[in-house]
């Protein structure tokens, strides 16, 4: 099997005439897309209904190309959309294909890409146990699929989650169901804590004895280095997506991580450059990050309000939501080192990374 990754950017939520013009070329194939990444210029919360609108504009586009329903091509590919493109982050999506082929053996592991998709879970399932396992299943029904035997070869898991709406919330009161909580952007945390927990589980980063309820948002010492989860009211399953490197693909590109300890760790984004073997060391005119296909990160502000023993203001504030504030100042340290504004920065990393620091995945050409 063969991966492939393309990079469009977008004039607004809606528009995806880059990939209808790729595909038209024959750049990319529309029967080998497997899944679609993206930043949207939302606000990143609750009603952000920018990542649905990319969502419903890319199924269409795929449907008709294909001659399908929207629905079946919901069934069959993966979409993951962050709203928020603070500062000078660009609106982008990131195409990943899967090309099927007999496998000629190099002795390189090079990326290798799975997905899966979770049944739908009732509301009351939402942020508990059943949700971890859930996403844990998931997470080894893709790396199976990607041909990812070690877990150690997994270096990003993306999963999608549902959060709890409104009318989700009537829905299970009125069969007497006990909810986790009613809130819908305290649902979306408890997804994504869920969600961090799951891929721990299945990746062995965490033992069996530490995956339970009663740790969620209070042992975050324990978190997953590898996850990256977000939640929207736009999806009713969680989507799973699994890169890593894999002896079994023949692809042109490989993919590496590193976790970063807080919000200024730029020594994590060069160490992973250096993984890749890209060597540009305070120096973003480098040749070699054209190499770069792609850039995932994760972050979250520091829960202490501070960084470094400095204060931060990011929790306070009343007019810009914390995680705005964070993906605007990381995503700009990540820019400032690849020389590139279209980077994938989700907020709201618990349980994701270090406490008051994230993750950085780059995905660039084999050197």
């Known amino acids: 099997m063969r991966a492939s990754v393309h990079r469009f950017t977008m004039r607004d939520p809606g528009d995806v005439s880059e990939l209808a013009a790729a595909i038209n070329a024959g750049k990319v194939n529309p029967f080998h897309i497997v899944a679609v990444l993206g930043k949207t210029e939302g606000n990143g919360l609750v009603n952000d209904f920018t990542r649905g609108y990319l969502t419903q504009s890319l199924k269409l586009l795929l449907a008709e190309t294909l001659g399908a329903t929207m629905e079946a091509i919901g069934e069959k590919v993966i979409f993951v959309f962050s ?28 990326l290798a890409v799975g997905t899966a998709f ?36 997994v270096h990003f898991v993306q999963v999608k989650g549902p959060c709890v709406t409104t009318e ?29 927990f799951g891929v721990a589980a299945a990746l062995g980063e965490l033992p069996p004895e530490k995956i339970r309820e009663d740790a969620f948002f209070s042992r975050l010492d324990w978190f997953s280095e590898r996850a990256s989860i977000s939640s929207g009211v736009e999806v009713a399953v969680n989507e799973v997506m699994v890169l890593g490197n894999s002896a079994a693909w023949n692809s042109d590109y490989v993919i590496a991580h590193r976790p970063m300890v807080d919000a200024l760790d730029v020594n994590a984004i060069y160490a992973v450059l250096q993984d890749l073997g890209i060597h540009a060391l305070g120096d973003n005119t480098a040749p070699a990050l054209g190499r770069i296909a792609c850039a995932m990160v994760k972050c979250e502000p520091d829960a202490s309000g501070y960084v470094r023993g400095q204060r931060h203001t990011m929790w306070q504030d009343g007019d810009i939501n914390a995680q705005r504030h964070i993906r605007g100042a990381v995503g700009g340290l990540v820019a400032g080192v690849i020389a590139d504004t279209r980077i994938f920065v989700s907020g709201g990393a618990e349980h994701q990374g270090p406490p008051g620091g994230g993750m950085i995945a780059l995905v660039a050409k084999a050197a």
Do not use: C, W
């Open 83 to 110: 709203g928020g493109t603070e500062g000078v982050l660009t609106p982008h999506y990131v195409v990943f294909s899967v090309a099927p082929g007999e496998h000629v053996s190099t002795g390189k592991k090079t």
């Open 118 to 153: 979770t049944p739908v879970l009732k509301p009351e399932d939402l942020g508990r146990m059943a949700h971890v396992n859930s996403i844990a299943d998931a997470v080894r029904a893709a790396m199976a699929q990607a041909r990812i035997a070690d877990a150690g070869d």
């Open 168 to 196: 989700r919330a009537a829905e299970a009161r009125a069969r007497g169901a006990q909810l986790i909580t009613a809130d819908p952007n305290k649902s979306m945390a408890y997804t994504r804590v869920a969600g961090a």
